[in-house]
């Protein structure tokens, strides 16, 4: 941690203040960028070899240009231009070909181009180093606000990216628009957001109340219901009631009605929203009844 003095001209009135510098390293983070790094060096490693390798249905390069634009082609895709030693070599080789009817046999020179790849190791260990390093700022003094707390701080914050993001995809898919006339695109997109603001305020009054009871939900994942979470989304919380149906029958004298049963998890979401499992219940008379 450290300080850095700041300085700005509001309406002609110049304004100072100091901002603390917090250089936090996540070791999570640095661990899984690290293994994500490695994992991207060795498959460019192993494709730049695989380049060498002669058999049918395979490409020979016969000039050295050519293999180099296929290797940087590889190299760039995964974005280890930095951790890989490269060199190029080219080999003519003379190989005998037979007679055939009045055809003469001769020798025939043929050329192809080699490279040889190794991984950087000290260029790879130092961007290992330099991963999962982050720098927070704030003007709080430390007496109000340890180093600690401002990390978690940050680690909490509301990121209004992730939001948006529910626009462009699922569950809202603004994108792609199928819409011709501008007041129905400026419709749909008011719709939409007003959309946004129930999933964003199922999703912090859901959290708000775990947090105020300091427990968990369990059963929100598909696969591992034993899984538990205390800052579940708005998506897997609507996924837990889709399984919920509404059964009528008609017959020729009376009209049956059968709704779908809570379950323990669906009951309490709708407890830790504030609402009454009557509110589903009154959906119909019947409902918890079977046919």
Known sequence: EYEVPMSLEVEGTPREW???????????????????????VAKAQAQVEALNRRGRGRKRFEDIETLRQAVNE???????????????????TARSVRAYKERRAYMKQESQATVEVRVDEAALELAVRRLGWRIYSTNQPLEQLSLEQAVLAYRSEYLVDRSLGRLKGRPLSLRPMYVQRDDHATGLIRLLSIAL???TLLEF????GLAAEETTLSGLYVGNPKRETARPTAE??????????LTVIEGASQVYRHLTALSPLQERIPELLGFSSRVYRRLCTVSHEPL
Do not use: M, N, P
């Open 18 to 40: 100091s901002e603390r510098r917090l250089v936090v390293r996540s070791l999570r983070h640095a661990q899984g960028a690290e293994a994500a790094l490695r994992a991207r």
């Open 74 to 92: 590889i190299v760039q895709r995964y974005r280890v231009e930095d951790f890989l030693w490269l060199r190029y070599d080219q080999h003519t």
């Open 197 to 199: 603001r129930v999933l």
């Open 205 to 208: 009054v859901v959290r708000r």
């Open 236 to 245: 897997r919380l609507l996924e837990a009631f889709k399984e919920i149906t």
